[in-house]
C-alpha cells in the first residue's frame, strides 16, 4: 500500500480482527460461484491458508506499509490490546461468474470501535471486485491479489480517517 498524502498520522495503536461469515468462507478452499445462488470451489486448488487468516495478514501489513500507523496488531489468542479495535467480517471471498471471465470478489463489512469503553466509531460495508485475465485459477488468484490489495488500500484509509476524526472530537484528560 503506498500512503495517500491525505492520510493522517496516527498515535494511537489497532488492533485487527477478521472472522467469516460463514464456513464456506472459513476454508482454505478458493470458493467459485458459477451462477447466483450456486457456491464450489476450484477442484484440487487451495489458498495457503484460510480466507479470513489470509485477509487478516494482508490489512495488518498494508496498515505497516502504510506508515501512518506505529502499532498494529492481529487480534490472536490473547487479548485485545490497543486504542482501537477494527473488526472485520468476510462477507464474499469468491470468483464470480458474471460474463466470460470470472472476477474474484471481495467484501467485508468492517466496525471500528475505541476499546476502553469508546464503543463504535464507525461502520462501513468494504466491496472490491477484479476480473482475471481468464477463468485459469492462476489467473484469478492473481486477480484476488490485486482486489485485497485494494481492498486494503480503502481500509487502510477509511480506518485512519475515521480514527483521527474521534480523536480530534475525544475530550482531552486535564
Known amino acids: 500500500v503506498t500512503a495517500d498524502p491525505a492520510w493522517p ?3 494511537w495503536s489497532l488492533s485487527v480482527g477478521v472472522q467469516a ?3 464456506m468462507l472459513d476454508s482454505p478452499r478458493i470458493a467459485v460461484r458459477p451462477s447466483p445462488n450456486v457456491v464450489q470451489t476450484y477442484k ?3 489458498w495457503a491458508d484460510n480466507a479470513p487468516d489470509l485477509l487478516q495478514t494482508a490489512v495488518v ?7 501512518r500507523i506505529d502499532s498494529v496488531r492481529r487480534v490472536g489468542s490473547g487479548s485485545v490490546r490497543g486504542d482501537y479495535g477494527l473488526w472485520l467480517e468476510v462477507r464474499q471471498f469468491e470468483s464470480v461468474y458474471d460474463g466470460a471471465t470470472p472476477q474474484a470478489v471481495i467484501e467485508v463489512q468492517a466496525r471500528l470501535v475505541k476499546l476502553r469503553g469508546g464503543g463504535l466509531v464507525a461502520t462501513r460495508r468494504f466491496r472490491t471486485a477484479v476480473a482475471g485475465r481468464t477463468p485459469e485459477v492462476d489467473d484469478m488468484v492473481a486477480a484476488f491479489g490485486e482486489a485485497m490489495s485494494a481492498l486494503g488500500t ?9 480514527g483521527a476524526r ?6 482531552k484528560a486535564p
Open 21 to 23: 461469515a460463514n464456513a
Open 166 to 171: 474521534t480523536e480530534a472530537t475525544a475530550p
Open 154 to 162: 480503502d481500509v487502510v484509509g477509511w480506518t485512519l480517517t475515521e
Open 44 to 46: 484440487g486448488a487451495r
Open 61 to 67: 501489513e498494508a496498515f505497516e506499509d502504510s506508515g
Open 9 to 11: 498520522q496516527a498515535d
